[in-house]
């Protein structure tokens, strides 16, 4: 069984997302890292072979473990014993300049008030645990692009390109502009087959697109 956890830790009127995972029992290994504007700032790992083989009694004390280390490194940030220091917001941009999201369904058109459509960036921040044997948890997080402002709100889409069976599943972007998505992975039918997610708010819009292959692990960005 996989563990994790999510926790935002506000800091200056600065969002840190600090996640916790269970990388498998294949590494053995749990994994902190605390995002801020799309960078990993920190980092902290720890093994737990000696748990192995798991069972009923083991999976409580991992979960213990893994409980201690993320809410460990939350109480460090929130009491500055772990210093981090957020990346620079890029600088503004005029919107009248901003460039559409080249390839972004047509549903994601700008409103006719708004003459050029802002761009959002998506992120997934769990790009190397996303896919669990055939069931997909996807973390995201949407910002403008201009100025690094989360996308409350914004519409969050994943779907699968390229399967037998359409998949498509939708979410609403929390206050820090961060999303979950779970689903399980259909058959994929084509070698063009992708992973496309989207995010739009009225008057932004902005996708990634990840390439599959018949048995992925980890996506590979194109």
């Given at each position: 069984?996989?563990?994790?956890?999510?926790?935002?830790?506000?800091l200056d009127g600065t969002v840190f997302h600090v996640q916790t995972e269970d990388r498998g029992v294949n590494s053995a290994t749990l994994d902190t890292t605390v995002h801020c504007r799309g960078r990993v700032l920190h980092r902290r790992t720890n093994k737990y072979h000696d748990l192995l083989p798991l069972?009923?009694?083991?999976?409580?004390?991992?979960?213990?473990?893994?409980?201690?280390?993320?809410?460990?490194?939350?109480e460090e940030l929130k009491t500055g014993a772990l210093k981090v220091e957020a990346p620079p917001l890029p600088p503004p941009r005029p919107s009248a300049?901003?460039?559409?999201?080249?390839?972004?369904?047509?549903?994601?058109?700008?409103?006719?008030?708004s003459l050029a459509t802002k761009t959002?960036?998506?992120?997934m921040l769990n790009p190397r645990t996303w896919l669990s044997g055939k069931h997909a948890?996807?973390?995201?997080?949407?910002?403008?692009?201009?100025?690094?402002?989360?996308?409350?709100?914004a519409r969050v889409v994943a779907r699968i390109a390229g399967a037998g069976d359409p998949t498509e599943v939708e979410t609403e972007a929390s206050a820090d502009g961060h999303a979950r998505l779970e689903f399980d992975m259909p058959r994929l039918t084509s070698e063009d087959a992708a992973l496309v997610i989207e995010a739009s708010?009225?008057?932004?819009?902005?996708?990634?697109?990840?390439?599959?292959?018949?048995?992925?692990?980890?996506?590979?960005?194109?």
């Open positions: 069984m996989l563990f994790g956890h999510n926790t935002n830790v506000t069972d009923a009694e083991k999976e409580k004390s991992l979960k213990s473990r893994l409980d201690e280390q993320h809410f460990g490194v939350v300049l901003a460039p559409a999201v080249s390839g972004a369904a047509s549903s994601f058109a700008p409103t006719p008030a959002l960036t998506v992120e948890t996807l973390y995201l997080v949407a910002r403008l692009k201009e100025s690094g402002t989360p996308a409350a709100g708010t009225h008057d932004a819009q902005g996708h990634l697109r990840f390439a599959l292959r018949a048995k992925p692990k980890t996506p590979a960005a194109i």
